[in-house]
């Protein structure tokens, strides 16, 4: 769920007074889940079981096309496989690091191997978490979770950024 503030100029009894009035008002809003992979059957399989979730979902099948999808429309957590032609899961996760209106998205680096040297660079290029396939359903869920909340510290944080004139990057 999302706040939004609104101002209205409302006027008081004198006409030059106007004062300035912030209200927040809830928006409902699907947390958005941006899946990025190369297998179709990955993506159906991951898009039906975050769906159950409650979850939408979003999917792109290469890294490029997921760092662009992620700089439109910023959802609140990516799923990245490494493997990909292309631009691979690494090389996407490290261009979204460097755009201010990407930089705190949690990213899930999903790989098909469960190597030690594909997780340290995982972390290295910055991934929030890591984790191999097959994916187990309770435990992608309790790690969307997871990075999901920190993602939302980090969130806001930009925004306030963002406010103060301090994101300029384009």
Known sequence: ???LALRNLVSRSAPKQ?????????VNRKTQILVVDDSRTQIYALQKVLAE???DVLAENNGREGVLSARR???DLILMDIVMPGVNGFEATRSLRSYPETVDIP???I?????ASDRVWGMRVGADAFMAKPLQRTLLLEKITACIGAGEVKNRDYQARQLAGLTDHE
């Open 107 to 109: 990213v899930i680096i």
């Open 1 to 3: 769920m999302e706040r």
């Open 53 to 55: 979730a409650g979850y």
């Open 73 to 75: 429309n910023r959802p």
């Open 18 to 26: 106007n004062v300035t009035e912030v209200r927040e008002i809830s």
């Open 111 to 115: 790989s098909g191997s469960d190597q």
